[in-house]
């Protein structure tokens, strides 16, 4: 009995695990949706606290994307942040021998994601992950981060604006030329989803049952590329067979163009539909 007793403080101090601040606005917290200790940063003003306080964060919309997913696939997280999909896409992967490739730009968050991730075990096994920009072209972007919005960190148009540093990009063709299959793609890059569609152009052909998940935010597309938001809706739609749907915390929706040149930011389901004489 003395010993059973000895082990339940410790039991107790491991289900109610504080978060611990390791200084220079770095915390440790234990995220039991993942299972995991994550990294963060402490000026977050979006995530962090949720995920501290043991909250999460979408939930519908992570459950949405992990239900569609088979345990052998290869998932793509662009737009990785701390880790929240890459972690929750991992777990569901791991068992059947999945991987994810997890891609951040950003080298601070990149720097925690890589903590994070080496404390799980299985960077390198289940999780490769990538510090690079994705756009349609390889080279060298501005990118610009927030820390007080760590979810709004983005590539600049303009090269002189302070704050921003000098990242390495190049498309997700070359990123993933040698991969012999791709499932599943979430891409949330704060304005430059049309750019890294427009690198996705060999991957989609060896790949034409992928999925992909994009944001899609009509002003800010505007606001921060060249890019023309109708053209590039136009280019989802027919992938997706003239079908375009939404992922909401209601499930997935059938949306149209007009509302998502007009309406709110949204995550735009894209799946190639089944021909008829296909299995």
Same mark, same amino acid.
């Given at each position: 009995?003395?010993?059973?007793?000895?082990?339940?403080?410790?039991?107790?101090?491991?289900?109610?695990?504080?978060?611990?601040?390791?200084?220079?606005?770095?915390?440790?917290?234990?995220?039991?949706?993942?299972?995991?200790?994550?990294?963060?940063?402490?000026?977050?003003?979006?995530?962090? =606290?949720?995920?501290?306080?043991?909250?999460?964060?979408?939930?519908?919309?992570?459950? =949405?994307?992990?239900?569609?997913?088979?345990?052998?696939?290869?998932?793509?997280?662009?737009?990785?942040?701390?880790?929240?999909?890459?972690?929750?896409?991992?777990?569901?992967?791991?068992?059947?021998?999945?991987?994810?490739?997890?891609?951040?730009?950003?080298?601070?968050?990149?720097?925690?994601?890589?903590?994070?991730?080496?404390?799980?075990?299985?960077?390198?096994?289940?999780?490769?992950?990538?510090?690079?920009?994705?756009?349609?072209?390889? =080279?060298?972007?501005?990118?610009?981060?927030?820390?007080?919005?760590?979810?709004?960190?983005?590539?600049?148009?303009?090269?002189?604006?302070?704050?921003?540093?000098?990242?390495?990009? &190049?498309?997700?063709?070359?990123?993933?030329?040698?991969?012999?299959?791709?499932?599943?793609?979430?891409?949330?890059?704060?304005?430059?989803?049309?750019?890294?569609?427009?690198?996705?152009?060999?991957?989609?052909? &060896?790949?034409?049952?992928?999925?992909?998940?994009?944001?899609?935010?009509?002003?800010?597309?505007?606001?921060?590329?060249?890019?023309?938001?109708?053209?590039?809706?136009?280019?989802?739609?027919?992938?997706?067979?003239?079908?375009?749907?939404?992922?909401?915390?209601?499930?997935?929706?059938?949306?149209?163009?007009?509302?998502?040149?007009?309406?709110?930011?949204?995550?735009?389901?894209?799946?190639?539909?089944?021909?008829?004489?296909?299995?």
């Amino acid at each position: 009995m003395s010993i059973v007793l000895s082990l339940l403080p410790v039991v107790v101090l491991a289900q109610t695990k504080e978060p611990f601040y390791l200084g220079d606005y770095k915390i440790n917290c234990f995220v039991p949706q993942v299972n995991a200790d994550m990294y963060l940063d402490t000026r977050d003003q979006g995530i962090v =606290g949720h995920l501290c306080r043991g909250r999460g964060w979408e939930p519908e919309i992570t459950n =949405g994307m992990l239900n569609a997913l088979q345990p052998s696939w290869t998932v793509v997280d662009v737009g990785a942040n701390f880790g929240w999909h890459t972690l929750h896409f991992a777990n569901k992967l791991r068992p059947g021998g999945g991987k994810v490739i997890s891609v951040e730009a950003s080298p601070r968050t990149h720097s925690l994601l890589q903590t994070t991730l080496e404390n799980t075990g299985m960077l390198g096994n289940t999780i490769r992950l990538h510090n690079i920009a994705i756009s349609d072209r390889p =080279g060298t972007v501005a990118f610009s981060s927030t820390p007080d919005r760590a979810l709004n960190n983005h590539i600049v148009a303009n090269n002189n604006e302070a704050g921003s540093v000098q990242v390495q990009a &190049k498309p997700l063709d070359a990123l993933l030329a040698d991969e012999p299959r791709v499932d599943f793609i979430k891409i949330d890059v704060e304005g430059f989803e049309a750019k890294a569609w427009r690198g996705l152009n060999r991957t989609l052909a &060896k790949n034409p049952r992928c999925i992909l998940v994009i944001e899609c935010n009509t002003a800010r597309m505007r606001a921060r590329t060249d890019m023309d938001p109708a053209a590039f809706y136009a280019e989802l739609s027919w992938r997706a067979g003239g079908k375009l749907q939404a992922l909401t915390d209601g499930g997935i929706q059938p949306i149209t163009i007009d509302a998502l040149l007009n309406g709110p930011e949204v995550l735009v389901w894209v799946q190639r539909r089944r021909a008829r004489h296909e299995a």
